[in-house]
């Protein structure tokens, strides 16, 4: 455990600007709670958990959950930087280091679940990990499965890079006895090396793989989340046919694969990254994402015929649908705070 710290709170750093509302209002209230490894922490009060996608008919998932904002293993790739711009934080570094902790998110849940119909699934993580350094500290993600784990008939997904999700063994198995739940644990290479300088704080893919194994043999429905796949870095057939084979001897039921999506927020982070890691690569994505966040449609189909060639080669599948793992990344700024709601 790390001592209390006196730092400057939100609230004072922002006195003698425009007035803030909303999420960042809430953000500027939150109170210090704990500082390490150059990350700060702090209460960010909530007005609800549960939180209802917007023109969900294009989403695979209809309410998410996010119990954090902020998310502590600095991915170089991660599109949801930007989410800490809905509190007024315009650094993308900010993200990785000021964590914030939801408050009174059982009481929440525990309110708002009268809203989800049956059908309706709840992605649990699609902004920041569930599973981050944060939740041996504060436990908000455990507290959320135990409230989950007293009520029937819900669909639920995961999405987490830590092996720490084993942790919750024993919840997870009190909620898949009487609701269908999925834990899909994302793993973009096996080169630790490589997911060292790619994901600096999430642990090591063999951790990951372990943690596939240990959800299957407990008998929860696990899978592996490829995504995003890197180009010239990631995308290779050998290593992508590596984590397909992997995922099937660890237990895993299914894989999924999407291409690198490179929002501004993240190509301020990314690009950098780049020309110190892979300079040889740089001009190549700035062509590649001059005008358009996505990969193209080119690469898309290629990446996507790839990886359903080595399902079959392997003997999984997508039938178990990346659900959880789908990101919001293309919808409206109105829609994306609604998703990640407060």
Aim: aromatic fraction near 8%; charged fraction near 30%.
């Amino acid at each position: 455990m790390y001592p209390l710290i006196e730092i400057e709170s939100p609230e004072d750093a922002n006195q003698g600007k425009a007035e803030l509302v909303g999420i960042a209002k809430l953000a500027a209230m939150g109170a210090s709670l704990r500082q390490g490894h150059f990350v700060e922490y702090f209460s960010l009060p909530s007005r609800a958990l549960l939180n209802r996608c917007v023109s969900n008919r294009r989403m695979p998932f209809t309410w998410t959950i996010n119990p954090y904002r902020g998310c502590e293993f600095a991915c170089k790739y991660c599109y949801a930087r930007y989410t800490h711009e809905f509190m007024e934080m315009r650094d993308g570094v900010d993200f990785e280091r000021k964590i914030y902790v939801k408050q009174q998110t059982a009481w929440l849940l525990r309110r708002d679940l009268k809203k989800v119909k049956r059908g309706e699934e709840i992605a649990i993580g699609t902004a920041t990990d569930p599973y981050q350094p944060a939740e041996k500290r504060f436990e908000v993600t455990r507290g959320i499965l135990e409230e989950l784990a007293q009520h029937r008939g819900l669909e639920l997904g995961i999405i987490s890079k830590s092996d720490l999700v084993t942790r919750d063994l024993d919840v997870l198995r009190r909620i898949a006895e009487h609701n269908q739940l999925f834990v899909n644990i994302t793993i973009t290479t096996l080169d630790t090396k490589l997911a060292r300088i790619l994901e600096p704080r999430a642990p090591r893919p063999d951790l990951r793989l372990k943690a596939v194994k240990e959800l299957s043999l407990a008998g929860i429905k696990a899978g592996v989340s490829c995504a995003p796949v890197v180009p010239g870095i990631t995308d290779s057939p050998a290593a992508l046919d590596a984590i397909v084979k992997a995922t099937k001897e660890a237990g895993g039921k299914y894989i999924f694969g999407n291409p690198l999506f490179l929002k501004p927020c993240s190509a301020s982070i990314f690009l950098p990254f780049l020309e110190k890691e892979f300079p040889a690569l740089v001009e190549d994505y700035r062509k590649r994402y001059a005008t358009n966040a996505f990969a193209s449609k080119v690469y898309a189909k290629r990446i996507s015929e790839l990886m359903a060639s080595l399902r079959k080669k392997h003997g999984l599948t997508r039938e178990i649908t990346d659900r959880a793992a789908v990101s919001v990344q293309n919808r409206p700024r109105e829609e994306q705070m609604e998703m990640f709601g407060t």
